[in-house]
């Protein structure tokens, strides 16, 4: 195959995952929107997401399953990793310390607003989506996935040094899965600040990926960033008097 011919396979296959992507992203909307949670959830923090979310994980686990006959190596596995376990911590500490900063600009200036009525259930509900369905639904369908087939077509041709191009791809698909947009009418919706950080932080999930061969080092600093991000925001909005319930 010619050098152009791998580009454009490489091209097309991406294109695909994009397709799947936001197939399942949009399956795991249908989903959630069958069912009634006013009841455990009435302000909507929580449980339709945590549906949405499920059924994407369970779109991609179903993928990598139809593609486990191949020779391509998902890396689903847990295997104990010090370099993994490093990647952690760094990252968890970069990410609070950035939350921290990012707040304290935000209360100066008295904009430390939730997106929710926040009452005990509210915070905990949020909390538990983000610790335990956040990291594994996405780092399944825009990490496993994506790196995964990507590299077995970079394999073939390249050494594994040149992975690196599929982190970044995924990374890209990743931020473009932050992308609000419709065909009749068209419309996008987005913010330039949430898709910036959705690259840098998928690029940081990929390398770790990559490095410690597998998914499970991703999922837990996919969950415990966002965990430290909607959490410190939590303590800055109750230092500034703001969660009040009956």
Not at 71 to 78: A, G, N, P, Q
Request: with cysteine; net charge neutral; aromatic share 14%.
């Amino acid at each position: 195959m010619s050098k152009t011919g791998k580009i454009l396979k490489y091209i097309i296959v991406t294109l695909l995952i994009f397709i799947f992507q936001q197939a399942a992203s949009r399956a795991g909307g249908a989903v959630a929107d069958l069912f009634d949670y006013s009841t455990a959830d009435p302000d909507g923090t929580f449980l339709w997401i945590s549906v949405h979310h499920i059924v994407q994980m369970a779109a991609g686990l179903l993928m990598i399953l139809c593609l486990s006959r191949t020779d391509i190596d998902f890396c689903l596995s847990s295997r104990y990793s010090k370099t993994g376990i490093k990647y952690i911590v760094i990252f968890s500490a970069f990410v609070e310390i950035c939350s921290v900063l990012g707040y304290m600009i935000m209360y100066k200036y008295d904009n430390v607003v939730p997106d929710n009525n926040l009452d005990p259930g509210n915070i905990i509900g949020t909390l538990s989506f983000q610790l335990v369905l956040s990291g594994p639904s996405e780092e399944i369908l825009f990490r496993a996935l994506p790196v995964a087939v990507l590299c077995s077509i970079i394999r073939k041709e390249y050494s594994n040094k040149y992975c690196v191009i599929p982190v970044v791809t995924a990374a890209l698909l990743f931020s473009a899965a932050h992308i609000n947009w419709s065909i009749d009418p068209f419309e996008l919706q987005f913010s330039t600040l949430q898709l910036i950080y959705a690259f840098v932080f998928g690029i940081a999930y990929g390398l770790a990926y990559l490095k410690t061969k597998s998914i499970l080092y991703p999922m837990i600093m996919h969950s415990v960033s966002n965990v430290l991000m909607v959490g410190t925001g939590y303590i800055f909005y109750a230092v500034r008097g703001g969660i009040l319930y009956d």
